[in-house]
């Protein structure tokens, strides 16, 4: 099992100072992976329902900040040397597809191959039209073109392209990226069209546990999404087992004494914690990715759970 956390990309733990020190510290400690959202802005009147809280609210909306994502990676590989780093998720249709495949590759470049490229649609219809973007409800089409054409571009000496949203031919696209054929693509989401795109065209499926309208929050719920994406993988003549499985969870609450026959995943002694590690690896889970900004705004207290985890759950695993 390998595990992975989010850092910030907004907030007072998003300085230059403290994020270096939390991508260093998660480094240190063995951590496999590091990851951050993607918001170009933040509209000061959101209507769209996100998609991982009860009643749709959007964490961010708020503050209004969000640090460009490619960008903030970047910085992030100047300050490690091992962790890979995770576009969690990258909102394939923000970024003009030659653009982005060009910081992706670019990044993989600088960071010695350790780009992995979470992908998703989006959700909020206003950052679509402040953007001036496709139609909203074109967004899982042009998504998929836009990975088609990201793969053409990464992989063939002479790319050319001909879609509905993007196409292009006669050029060069140097330097590739490292990473042979390409760095892993991993599809976040919990719904059927998230789980064909996998199927069609991840490395990886990238579920959270807490979306309310297709919850994985529980072992039994995520069996039943791998087996939807093994009957999607068949469709395409793919091996299931190909596949990596990348859950993500912001439950973490490490207690002196065990928890009773009620108590969530991940909650409960460090015995517990690591039987339920355990219990999701059996499943096929490869990644673990760990949501502690969830939990806390206090930069010492994530740290803290950081080292808390690393020091006394894994040993159990």
Known sequence: MKYGFTLPGRGPMASPERLGTIARRGEDLGFDCLLTGDHILVPKNISSPYPYTEGGEFPGSDSGESMEQITLLSYIAGQTSKIRLVTSVLIVPHRNPLIAAKSLA???????????????????????????LPPFEERGAVTDEYIRAFKTLWTED????????????DISFLPKPVQKPHPPVWVGGESRPALRRTA?????WYPLGSNPTFPMGTPEQLRGGLERLAQYAAR???????????????????????????????VGDADQIAGDIRSYQDMGVTTMIWDFLRQTNDFDTMLGRMEEFATKVWSKV
């Open 106 to 132: 670019t990044l993989d470049v600088l960071s010695g191959g350790r780009l992995v490229v979470g992908v998703g649609v989006g959700w909020m219809r206003e950052e679509f039209q402040a953007l001036g």
């Open 158 to 169: 002479n790319p050319s392209f001909e879609g509905k949203y993007v196409s292009f031919d």
């Open 200 to 204: 069609e065209l991840g490395n990886g």
């Open 236 to 266: 395409f003549g793919r091996d299931p087992s190909e596949i990596e499985t990348i859950y993500r969870t912001h439950q973490f609450e490490l207690t002196g004494s065990p928890g009773g026959p009620d108590r969530l995943p991940f």
